[in-house]
Every structure is written in structure tokens, then in C-alpha cells.
């Protein structure tokens, strides 16, 4: 089995965040190990993709994801 990019691991967050959540824990700790093969130091996201596409919502997943050691970052039109 291959390690998932980090392409690969944002891609599974977005389906997680759609089915309500489901593994997140799993798959930000996969994204995590992801940017650090890669060299990067933080995720960027399509907002537009979000389940809540509302600051609050923004800020509530960047908390969340900063607790388990990965920066957010969203993408602007």
C-alpha cells in the first residue's frame, strides 16, 4: 500500500467532513504525515468545499485541526 499525498489526504478529509465527520482523527493524522513527506507545513482547503462554509465554521476546523499538530490554511477565489 502507498502512502497517500497530500492531495490524497485532503481529498479524504472533504469526504469525511461530508459523512459527518467519520474518521477525521484518522485521516488528519494521514494528511500530517502527508505534509511532512512533502516538505510542507501546512493544508490549504477550498472553503466552497466545506460542510460549513461560514468563519465560524473555518475557525472551529483550524482549532481542531492545530490540536493535532497541522495548520490550515483556506484557498481565495
Known amino acids: 500500500m502507498t502512502e497517500p499525498t497530500v492531495a490524497d489526504a485532503v481529498n479524504r478529509i ?3 467532513l461530508q459523512a459527518d ?3 477525521i482523527d ?3 493524522a494521514n494528511l500530517k504525515a502527508a ?3 512533502a516538505g510542507l507545513k501546512e493544508a490549504v482547503f477550498d472553503p466552497t468545499r466545506l460542510a460549513h462554509n461560514n468563519r465560524s465554521g473555518r475557525k ?3 482549532a481542531y485541526f492545530r ?3 497541522v ?3 483556506f484557498a481565495t477565489s
Open 14 to 16: 472533504y469526504e469525511s
Open 21 to 23: 465527520n467519520a474518521d
Open 26 to 28: 484518522l485521516h488528519i
Open 35 to 37: 505534509l511532512a513527506r
Open 60 to 62: 472551529l476546523m483550524q
Open 67 to 69: 490540536q493535532r499538530g
Open 71 to 73: 495548520a490550515v490554511k
